[in-house]
Each structure stands twice: as C-alpha cells, then as structure tokens.
C-alpha cells in the first residue's frame, strides 16, 4: 500500500486534536487525524453531563492546576475563552453564558462536536478512524507513521491523545508512549475530576444523600484543597462537584502513600458559633417528644441527622428524658460536628469514572508554542498534557487553547 503523505498528522481525534487539526489546516497545511477510536470527538458528548460547558469566561491560574500556570496563561493568551466562543459562534453554534459558564445554546453537547467535524470536512482534513499505530519514528524530514491500516509520513506531528480518563471513549494511554519513545519525561497519570472512596461505618446509612456542605482535604494532617457546593453521599464513599475539584490532590497523595482525610462542613454559611446559638434556641423550646434527630433534622436531611445521632449513642432517644447538663455538652458537639465530619480516604474513583487526567507530559518540556523541546516539529495538545483544570468547562478550554496553538505553529513551520 502505498504510503500517504501530509504535511500535519494530528494523532488523536478528541477536543483538542479537533482543534489542532482545524488550525493547522486553516493555516494552508495539508492535515490528517489518526485516531484509534471508531467515533471522533465521542467524549465531547459526555460533557456537562451532555449539555457541553465547553468554556468560562473566568480564567485565571486558580483555575488550573500546573507545575507552572504561567505557562497555561501564555496559551490561553494565544487562545482565550473569548475566542473560543468567538470561533464556535462563527462556525454556527449560538451560546448561552449561564454567570460565565458557556454552553451551546441548544443544550446538547452534539452541537460542539458535529460543528468540529462540519470545519474538518470543510477543510479538508481526512480523519482516519479505527487506526492502531504501530510506531512512530522521526525521520530526516518529518515523521512516519506505522500502522494496521498503512503507512503513513507528516511534516509535522501533533500528539493529542487524550490522557486516561473515560477509557470507553478512547483514552489508553497510547500518547504517553509515542511521547517516552522520543525522550519526553511523563508524569505519572492519576484519576481526577473523580469521587473518592473512604471508610466510615455510616457511609451506607447516608447512601444517596445530597447536600450543600464544603469539604476540605487533608494530607498528613495539612488542609490542602477545598470547595464548597452539593456533596453527594455514597456507599463507597463521598462524590459531586466540590468532591472532583480536590480529588486530584487525594490521587497525589495517596499515589505517594500519604494519610489522606477529608472533613465536611454541612452548614458552611454559619460558623461554629452562630450554629451553636441556632441549636441552643431550638433546643431550649423543644417539647418533651422532641428527640435530638428531630431537632437536627431542621438543619441536615433527616438521614445525616440520625447518623450524627448515631455516633452519639442516642437512637430516637427524646431530648427530655437526658440531663440538662448533658444536653448542653451534646449542644456544643454537635455543633462541631456540623462543621467537620471526618473520614478517611482511602481512594480515588478510577479512571472509568473520572473526567479528566492529571499527570502526563510536563509543561517544562514544551515550547510557548506547544513544540516539544526534544523533537523539532512534534507538538503536543490537550490532556496528554500535564495540566488539568477545575470543573466548569476549563479542561476543554484547555483542549480548545493547546490545540489552536500548536495546529498554528505546525503549519506557520510547513
């Protein structure tokens, strides 16, 4: 079979391989998409549980988290939220900002992805599905390609594999290979976005609650993330957003074989104080069939309340028939209790739950320009990256940004 010959191979037909692509051709170069998975763009459809926050309009390096942020704010520079709203507007796709998270106004996550594949159509670009890449060597004047489907040879090489998050949807891994075979350092990849698992005795009581709390993470005893929004109760262990904003942290630490610890606050807009006062009052009227669950049942979902009684001993037992002074003393503890529920983690949802990957190639081995500093003309974009971002539409920011960038640089190089 006779070898097919492009100036830009983008490997990977993800988010930012998309991108990557559209750029590079959109810059005069003659580009091709090898991807291995049957469907291109497939985990798109999977974001903001289909509905696609494909960006915020708040940006900044707290949003991301990197060895070096400064870093990401020069590609995000060269590529901003604006211009990506500017780029899919111009394309067709009519966006709806919901207080800075963006969407597709349709409200399907489809709409970003079919508008990808329109522009690759358009451009000309041919994506090459279902490829298995043997091998890929540098060579005197570009790269080669080796694989079940033929031989292929770039100019120019863009890596955008994706990490190993969502593995259904075509992240193996496979870059961090392509990416050792030409010296790049990879950082080691680790579940993020993702729910953690711990071991508490009344975790299958709680099973299945929902509640706005915040959660701060702890490794050997030092609080090192927090958030705060709608905590998910699970028999595993503890999930939602403000959980996934500081899993990658419990990943870290664990994979390092650090003690991990999480607390959560299930009152978080009142301090210990004015929750204290708040339960005094309550307690100080209550009739004589009140029980101390019922009591707290006015603040936390009825099943967080009868576990909080739980680990006091107390049952349905009615507030009348304990001392004075007792109650005053459960007064003051379950006032803390409220405010730091602790328990262990013991892990992380793998990476078939999580969203994204933290870990992966360093920043420091790239260019401004998403060029390797090993390999002249291979360029690297998106997840394979070792930079991932909060909830909230900055990972695919990020896929849009890198992949914009290094498509440019690729084909200003032709």
């Known amino acids: ?41 497939k985990k798109i459809l999977a974001t903001g549980n289909g509905k696609c926050n494909f960006t915020n309009l708040m940006q900044g390096e707290s949003y991301y988290r990197c060895d070096t942020p400064a870093f990401v704010l020069h590609i995000l ?9 500017a780029f899919f507007q111009n394309l067709g796709v009519m966006t709806r ?27 000309g670009i041919e994506i090459h599905n279902g490829i298995g890449i043997r091998k890929i060597c540098r060579e005197e004047k570009g790269f080669s390609f080796d694989t079940k489907s033929g031989s292929f040879f770039a100019a120019r090489c863009i890596l955008a594999t994706g990490g190993m998050a969502s593995p259904k949807t075509g992240s193996d891994g496979s870059g961090y290979i392509y ?3 030409f010296g790049h350092t990879v950082n080691t990849p680790l579940p993020a976005l993702t729910a953690l698992m711990a071991e508490a005795n009344w975790l299958k009581e709680t099973s299945g609650v929902r509640a706005d709390a915040a959660i701060k993470l702890y490794v050997d005893g ?26 990658r942290y419990a990943a870290i630490a664990l994979n390092e074989q650090r003690h991990v610890s999480a607390a959560i606050d299930f009152v978080p807009e009142y301090t210990e104080e004015k929750l204290r006062e708040f339960l005094k009052q309550q307690l100080d009227t209550a009739s004589a069939e009140e029980s101390w669950k019922m009591l707290l049942s006015g603040v936390v979902n009825e099943k967080i309340a009868g576990m909080l009684c739980g680990q006091k001993h107390l049952g349905e ?3 009348a028939s304990i001392p004075e002074a007792k109650n005053r003393q459960l007064l003051r503890e379950f006032a803390h209790l409220l405010k730091q529920v602790k328990l262990p983690v013991t892990g992380v949802r793998g990476f078939q739950f999580a969203q994204v990957t933290c870990g992966g190639i360093p920043v420091t081995e790239l260019t401004e320009q998403m060029e390797s500093d090993r390999v002249a003309g291979l360029y690297f974009a998106g997840e394979l990256v070792d930079v991932d971002g909060m909830c ?23």
């Open 179 to 181: 990416a050792k075979s």
């Open 317 to 319: 037992r009615k507030i």
């Open 97 to 123: 900002d919901r207080q800075g998270y963006c969407y597709p106004r349709s409200g399907q996550a489809a709409a970003i992805r079919n508008t990808l594949l329109r522009q690759t159509e358009k451009l």
């Open 392 to 414: 909230g539409g900055y990972n695919l920011q990020w896929a849009w940004s890198s992949g914009a960038v290094a498509g440019r640089a690729a084909a200003e190089k032709i």
């Open 222 to 247: 030092t609080c090192v993330a927090e958030d705060t929004g709608e905590v998910q109760m699970a028999d595993y262990g503890i999930s939602g957003i403000p959980v996934f904003q500081v899993s």
């Open 1 to 41: 079979m006779k070898q097919k010959t492009y100036d830009v191979i983008v490997v990977g037909g993800g988010a930012a391989g998309l991108m990557a692509a559209i750029h590079a051709a959109s810059g005069g170069a003659h580009t091709a998409i090898l991807d291995h998975h049957e469907m291109s763009g």
């Open 77 to 85: 520079e060269q590529f901003s939220a604006e211009d990506a709203i």
